[in-house]
């Protein structure tokens, strides 16, 4: 495989985890300023959100990327929590939590960044035994 070649189907798993990730957060309900605040994108950038949802390829930073990562971990973290109660799955991002001192989850990402969206994976796996 070319370099070429190489680059445009990277392109095109960006753009797919882009979509996934937009769609993950209209089943979360998050306002668009969670949405930014979950990306890591500056709160100025809310045109990113409307190209990722056409499937523009999701910045190249190794922040985003791995962040993306980590938000589809959570998701299918509470999947596999909650099998049998989608509303609670989806809505459990935004709920408050006593393990988060009453905050939500996107509460304490927004306060903690990045090492906030790992103390809310982190909590996730431990509830998954993983």
């Known amino acids: 495989m070319g370099r070429a070649e ?5 392109s095109t ?13 209209d089943h979360w309900k998050l306002s668009t300023e969670e949405q930014v605040v979950l990306l890591g994108l500056a709160s100025a950038n809310r045109a990113a959100l409307a190209r990722y949802r ?11 990327y791995e962040r993306v990562g980590h938000l589809l971990a959570i ?9 049998k109660n989608r509303d609670l799955a989806y809505r459990w991002i935004s709920t408050r939590n006593r393990a988060f001192d009453n905050l939500t989850p996107v509460e304490v990402i927004r306060e903690w960044g990045f090492a906030g969206l790992l103390m ?11």
């Open 13 to 25: 798993d960006r753009g797919a985890l882009a979509k996934m990730v937009m769609t993950l957060f």
């Open 75 to 83: 998701h299918k973290n509470l999947r596999l929590l909650f099998p």
């Open 54 to 64: 056409k499937g523009e390829p999701i910045g190249t930073s190794r922040d985003q």
């Open 120 to 130: 809310v994976r982190a909590y996730l796996d431990r509830a998954r035994g993983i």
């Open 6 to 10: 190489l680059k445009s189907g990277e």
